[in-house]
């Protein structure tokens, strides 16, 4: 853009809607104020070729973020003196996706109490629709009501009181359908006595000019409309077929040769902008924005702005840069920094609609980015813009967007963030959390079960994980000796007298050369892992909601579920719910521990993480336990899935995880679930415990802060995976579960729960069962290093084989007895 911003400084310059008007024979006549409010520019929709590009909106053309927001301000004071103090006092202020929830919402802090809600086209999993209509010229024209309050739009103060007035802002009014929509739809469910509609321009046809005042007269209504500026659009005969036209001969134009900047080589990669966002105050209007979170918000932008201007240092000349529908925290950011800085701030925002762009002075469009969708919209993916940045002179961008657009396709390298780095000096990204509305109380009876239940167990009074790593939903059974030598339990389980959840094994206590060989192990795979945790954390966040509460079985999914959320709050600034529950397989999940989370969070949002897939049994356990639970998604996240039995996974290698070589001392010290009715009442979650005397051993601590380390270096490929993942088919194939039938058959052990697949259920053989022998993929390396040294140290062959879908897997000794094993305890040589 460059040259000059229409609606500053009074400069005579070219009008900035010429280009359009001359090619088309478009006149614009009107207010004396019109053409410093508009531009023109051409679009390619097959509804309406040109679009009335404002300088005072903050979407298209970037602009001083006081002058956008007092825009809208000032009509929310012109909206305030036409209702009187009491009825503005009331008002409910509804303003228009995307292009209009920042002005609607300047709208609503100009009248000074209202409250405000904005239509949406993101869906969001357990929020109800409240209504919905249609925007016939739009791009896209769905927009969703989704109040987190119901009662929100009905605005009585009492059962016999009329509705509160109920104010709609768009930034144009050009046919009147847009708003007519909304108010049929809403005047059916919420009716009331008066509407009060509100544009920056009134640009309505003479023949459109009375259709509001005989709607009003239908429906039994006042309706008022404020505007800054009234004006029209005379448009010749055959318009949108030329505008089609002159699109496509311009598309079809060789690109002209980029701007310096964007010859200037690799930029510096962007810089996270902690901001300290208020808690409990919304990222905008869309579930609804109070008065209190008002005071909240305009409270807490001093130090947010301080914060952003320090990160810019030097910067002279700075864009905010919004992301879509998400308009009005970066313009309030974008105020607060004009006051923090001396800077020459600007404030735009991105968008769905598509426009020609044109680099002529009488053009309203002189630039264009494209990049695509980073937040995974519900029509699916489709390229987003920014218009007006290139060329602009901007020595840094701040990009503004909620966690849910902070993606792996924000930062791909074609991504938002890429994209800018080409134009500026400098970008910046600050991420506000994505606000969702708390789920919907529980019936009273479903109520009262689950308030009968105790809150989790925490750190460091149970496990040594830190407090806020992840609750247990558990009872502690620290004093209760459950443990039982291997060859008993062994026998037992087999022979049908106890199940293997009723007692522990005795934990195994690693010789040095064994912690020697977890720690070579874990430096090598540090990466390894910190790459899977990042493709498994984003794929969640992508496809389960911008907030998941993660929920680990415990208790080899609690490390990675303790990694998922440090990586959310490393990457994302999330601050994401982590829970501990106890499966057990042939007995299921903990019904008590569904309640507690079902009482506390939405179940829509719950995903369930373990440390990797054998072949499937907890899998399916799971989906059996969830058929009497609503609500819940039996789809289980991993780390690894070499048994390709979930659709959720950071990869489906099989390769040391080494928190599979350790039990407790890598687990938080906490030993496996337990459940036994003598211990677990009806109202009792299932039991473990807690091995405090095993502290000096404990490296679980350790375990996650290497992995974690590593989270900075392995985030470029996590990106482009994550990418990968999403677009490819990871439909489960079940790959696994065939080959351990095929192995019971041919090993003669008839029984699938005797063989053990995959590095991670190899160890747990080792260490707790009584292992008869290990098979070994052929050319396996350094990943089979702790399971060659267990089986020697228990004196358990290991048979290398050709073909097998896992690097090895572990048999256990079918139909044990004690008489199995030798005095030494070693099993007994392959038969």
């Known amino acids: 853009m460059g040259e000059h911003v229409p609606g500053e400084e009074a400069v005579d310059v070219k009008w900035s809607g010429d280009w359009v008007a001359e090619r088309l024979g478009v006149e614009l006549v009107g207010d004396g104020e019109l053409r410093e409010l508009l531009g023109l520019a051409l679009r390619r929709n097959p509804k309406r070729a040109h679009l009335l590009v404002s300088n005072v909106l903050g979407k298209h053309v970037p602009q001083q973020p006081s002058v956008v927001y007092g825009a809208g301000f000032e009509l929310g004071e012109r909206v305030r003196d036409l209702l009187g103090e009491a009825e503005a006092a009331r008002a409910v202020v509804l303003g228009y996706a995307e292009t209009a929830t920042g002005l609607g919402h300047a709208v ?138 002159l699109v496509a001969a311009h598309e079809e134009a060789p690109p002209a040769a980029p701007d310096s900047a964007a010859l200037r080589g690799p930029r510096p990669a962007p810089v996270r902008v902690g901001l300290d966002w208020p808690a409990g105050v919304p990222d905008g209007g869309r579930h609804g924005f109070t008065p209190a979170h008002r005071a909240a918000l305009e409270a807490a932008l001093p130090d947010m702005a301080a914060r952003i201007a320090d990160a810019l240092g030097g910067a002279r000349k700075v864009l905010v840069l919004g992301f879509e529908e998400l308009m009005y925290a970066p313009l309030r950011l974008g105020t607060a920094l004009e006051d923090a800085t001396t800077a020459d701030v600007r404030y735009s925002t991105t968008t769905r609609s598509p426009v020609l762009a044109v680099d002529d002075p009488g053009y309203a469009i002189r630039t264009r980015l494209v990049f695509p969708a980073h937040d995974y919209p519900a029509d699916g993916p489709g390229d987003r813009y920014a218009y007006n940045v290139a060329g ?36 910046l990204l600050a991420v506000l959390p994505s606000y969702i509305p708390a789920p919907a109380p529980l019936p009273a009876l479903e109520r009262q079960e689950a308030s009968m239940l105790p809150e989790p167990l925490r750190g460091p009074a149970f496990s040594s994980y830190a407090a806020d790593d992840v609750g247990w939903l558990l009872q502690d059974l620290s004093d209760t000796v459950l443990e039982a030598p ?75 579920g303790v990694l998922m959320r440090r990586w959310a709050q490393h990457r994302h600034g999330l601050d994401l719910p982590h829970y ?144 990968e993942m999403l677009a490819a088919d990871r439909a489960p194939t079940w790959e696994g579960w065939a080959a351990v039938e095929r192995i019971s058959e041919e090993y003669g052990i008839h029984d699938v729960n005797l063989v053990k697949p995959g590095v991670g259920e190899t160890t747990r053989v080792l260490l707790r069962r009584v292992p008869w022998k290990i098979l070994a993929k052929r050319g396996a390396g350094s990943d089979l290093d702790h399971v060659r040294l267990l089986a020697e140290q228990r004196g358990v062959p290991v048979e290398e084989v050709g073909e097998l879908p896992y690097t090895c897997v572990g048999l256990i000794h079918p139909k044990f007895t004690r008489g199995a094993t030798g005095a030494d305890g070693k099993a007994v040589a392959g038969q």
């Open 486 to 560: 291997t060859e008993e339990r062994e026998e037992a389980i087999q022979s049908g007298g106890a199940h293997y959840a009723e007692s522990l094994p005795v934990e195994y206590q690693p010789t040095p050369q064994y912690q020697e060989l977890f720690k070579a192990a874990l430096d090598t795979s540090a990466a390894r892992i910190a790459r899977a945790v990042g493709t498994v954390t984003e794929t969640v966040l992508a496809e389960r909601g911008p907030r998941p509460v993660l929920v680990s079985l415990a208790r080899a999914g609690t490390p990675v």
């Open 392 to 427: 602009a002179g901007f020595d840094a961008v701040l990009a503004v967007v909620d966690s849910a657009a902070d993606t792996a396709a924000l930062h791909a390298p074609d991504g938002l963030l890429a994209v800018l780095a080409a134009h500026t000096d400098q970008v």
């Open 580 to 723: 501990a529950v106890s499966i057990v397989r042939g007995r299921g999940i903990d019904a008590n521990a569904l309640r507690w989370l079902a009482a506390h969070h939405d179940p829509a949002d719950v995903v369930f993480v373990d440390g990797w897939t054998g072949k499937g049994a907890i899998t399916r356990e799971l989906a059996a336990a969830l058929a009497e639970f609503d609500g819940f998604n039996p789809e289980i996240a991993v780390l690894a899935d070499p048994g390709g039995c979930v659709g959720t996974y950071g990869t489906r290698e099989d390769f040391l995880i080494p928190s599979a070589c350790l039990n407790s001392t890598v687990s938080g010290l906490i030993s496996r679930t337990v459940l036994r009715s003598d211990l677990v009442g009806p109202h009792d979650f299932h039991g473990a415990k807690f091995y405090r005397e095993l502290a000096d051993s404990d490296v679980s601590a350790f375990f996650l802060d290497t992995v974690a380390a590593r989270f900075d270096e392995v985030a470029e490929a996590v990106d482009a995976d994550a990418k």
């Open 108 to 245: 609503a802090d100009g009248l000074g109490v209202a409250t405000y809600l904005h239509s949406t086209r993101r869906p969001v999993a357990g929020v109800a629709q409240a209504g919905g209509f249609e925007e016939s010229h739009s791009h896209a024209t769905s927009h969703l009501l989704l109040p987190e309050d119901p009662a929100l739009l009905t605005g009585a103060t009492a059962e016999d009181s009329p509705g509160a007035p109920l104010v709609l802002v768009d930034d144009e009014f050009s046919t009147g359908n847009t708003v007519l929509n909304t108010i049929r739809d809403l005047h059916v469910r919420y009716p009331r006595e008066r509407y009060v509609v509100v544009a920056l321009v009134d640009m309505r046809s003479e023949a459109d000019q009375g259709r509001l005042a005989e709607f009003a007269e239908e429906i039994g209504a006042r309706v008022d409309l404020v505007a800054r500026a009234r004006g029209t659009v005379r448009l010749p005969d055959g318009v949108l077929q030329k505008g089609r036209d």
